[in-house]
């Protein structure tokens, strides 16, 4: 899985990539503009990193219904 999602900086509101496979619930990155960590939870009151959580979960579970229709044709 080499899809990306973009991710706005809270505190600088840079935007920088992530990939999907890694944005889980705990999942602490570093913005590459100003070097502030940002914990990435499920239940985040930043709506930046709720939005990038909600888009990562749709992607990874598009791709799993994906590869359940292959095995099925």
């Known amino acids: 899985m080499t899809e990306k999602i973009k991710v706005t900086c ?3 509101k840079a935007r ?3 990939r ?3 944005l889980r619930d ?3 990155g570093q913005c590459s ?3 502030c960590f940002i914990n ?3 239940e985040s009151m930043d709506p930046n990193v709720r ?3 909600t888009e990562a979960r749709r ?3 598009g791709v799993v219904m994906q590869a359940a229709e292959k095995e099925r044709a």
Do not use: D, K, L, Y
Request: aromatic residues 12%; contains cysteine.
């Open 26 to 28: 705990g999942f602490q």
């Open 20 to 22: 999907v496979s890694r």
């Open 59 to 61: 992607i990874r579970n």
């Open 10 to 12: 809270s505190r600088c």
């Open 33 to 35: 503009s100003c070097g």
């Open 40 to 42: 990435f939870s499920a």
């Open 51 to 53: 939005r990038a959580m």
């Open 16 to 18: 920088f990539s992530e």
